[in-house]
C-alpha cells in the first residue's frame, strides 16, 4: 500500500501559461564580435606569431560557446599562433582527460571542428602556494605554452555570493588547475571563495602565461548578450565589474509567497548545483547566501535531463522527489561530484513518491498555512528556461497586470497517465 492514501490525495489547482518578459540584449554576429573584441592592440600584442597557445574550454552549456572557441581559435591563426584546445573544467567529465575531451565534443567542440589539436591530460605543474598552505596546480600543457587564452561565462554562483563568483577567476583557479587543482581549491569551505579567489589568481597571473580571458555574459534567455575580452592584467578588476553586470541579465521568477514550485526536470546541464539556486532560493552549500529570489515552501523535482547522465547533484534541496526520478540516479556519479566539492547535502535524497500525482499531492499536504482549495503554485520547465511557466489561479490574480507578465492561456486542468504521471509534454509548443 502506498504511504499515501489514493482517497486522500490532494488535487492540484488548474494551472494557466504565462510567459514572463525580460530584458533581452543579444549578439547577432558571434563572430565578427570576437573579432572585434580581439582586434585591440592590447590583445594582438600579446600573442607572437610561432608561439604556441592554449585555449581553456569549461564543461558549462555556454550559448553559442562552439562559435565562440571557434572565433578565438580562428583568430589566434591570423596572427600567426599555432592553438591547441586545453579542456578547462577541473574534476568534470569523472575527472579524466578522455572524459573531459568527450564533454567537450558534446558542446561540437572537437579536433576536428575546430581544425586544431586537443590535448587532455590530468597532468598538472605545482605553479605556487597560497600563504594558508594551499598548493595550487596548473595544467601541464597549458604551463609550458607560450600563451595561455581561455573562455568562460560569468554569472552568479549557485553556492556562494561574493565579489568573485562563476567567472574568469574561478576558470584560472578551478578550471586551468584540473581535477588535482580543483580538489586543492575545494579543501576550502565555499564562504571563503570570494576571498581566495583573487588571491589564487594574483600568483597564476605572475607565474603563468596567461594572455586574455574572454568573458561571455548571457541574458535571462539564456543567449549571448556580450563577449568582452580581458588582459590577463586587468582580469582580477574586470571579473569584479562582469559579475556586477552579469546579475542584471538574470532571469527570475517574478510571482511571490509560493506554497509549491514544481520543477520538471533538473541537471547539471541546466545548473552546476542542478537547479539554480539563484532561482529557486534554494542552495546545498552552508555559506551565507542572499538570493533575489521567492519564498517557496516546497519543491517538487519531476525529472532528470537525459544529458546529466543520472548526475543528480542538487536534488538535496528538493522536498520530493518521484520513484522514476530516483532510479535514474547514478550514485557513483553523484557522489564523486559531492565529494570533490565537498556540498554533501547536495545528493541527499528527498521524500521520494511513487509517481508524479502522489509526489505533488504530498508537497501540497505538507505546506503550513495553505488554503488547499487554491493554493499558490507555480511550474518552471527547469530553472534555465524561465520565459514561459504555469501558474494557479491565485498566483494569477496576482500578477495580472504587470506589465512584464503576459497571460498566453485558459486555466487547463494537468492530467495524469494510467501510472500516474503527466501524460502529455506540458511544455510543447509553450
Known sequence: MSTVETNRLVSLPKMIPVRQIFEAPTIADIEKTVKMELNKEIFRKTIKPGSRVAVGVGSRGISNIKKITAAVIKQLIEWGASPFIVPAMGSHGGGTGEGQKKVLAEFGITEES??????????????????????????????HSDAIVFINRVKPHTSFKGDYESGLLKMIAIGLGRHKGALAVHQHPLAEMPIL??????????QAPIAFGVAVLENAYDQTAQIVAVPGDEMISKDKDLLIKA??????IMPQNIDLLIVTEMGKNISGSGMDPNITGRAASKAPQKFNAPQIERLAVLGLTKETKGNACGIGVADVTTKRVFDQVDLDYTYANVITSKVLDSAKIPLVMRDDREAISVALKTCYNINLENPRVVWIKNTLELENILVSESILRDIKGNPQIKVLGEPFEITFDSDHYISTDIWRGR
Do not use: F, H, W
Not at 579567489?197 to 605572475?206: D, F, H, S, T
Not at 546579475?247 to 527570475?252: E, I, N
Open 247 to 252: 546579475k542584471q541579465y538574470m532571469p527570475r
Open 114 to 143: 575546430m581544425g586544431v589539436p586537443m590535448v587532455s591530460t590530468m597532468d598538472v605543474v605545482q605553479i605556487g602556494t597560497l600563504d594558508n598552505g594551499m598548493p595550487l596546480y596548473l595544467d601541464k600543457e597549458a604551463y
Open 197 to 206: 579567489l583573487p588571491k589564487i589568481a594574483e600568483i597564476y597571473l605572475k
